[in-house]
């Protein structure tokens, strides 16, 4: 079996994000959530994004991830948009 510290740190990333989009549709397809309430989540993981104050590194890892739940959110990838 491969353990995370196998696995590039990127790699690990992008396919949590695969993973947690799949989860989102899944539950807007099974009308357990809604369109605005599945934004809802990636705009509070965002904002959670906003707010820290770390080390500088920290800091520039925090607003890329800003960046990418900003696009997703603004490109509609974790909602069927009808």
Do not use: Q, Y
């Not at 099974?30 to 369109?35: A, I, N, S, T």
């Amino acid at each position: 079996m491969t353990t995370m510290k196998d696995m590039d740190g990127s790699a690990s990333g992008v396919a949590a994000l695969s993973i947690v989009e799949s989860l989102l549709l899944a539950l807007g397809d099974l009308k357990l959530m809604d369109e605005s309430e599945v934004l809802g989540v990636i705009s509070d993981a965002a904002e959670a994004h906003r707010v820290v104050s770390d080390s500088p590194s920290d800091r520039k890892l925090h607003r890329d991830v800003v960046i990418i739940l900003d696009r997703i959110i603004a490109g509609g990838n974790s909602v069927r948009r009808r």
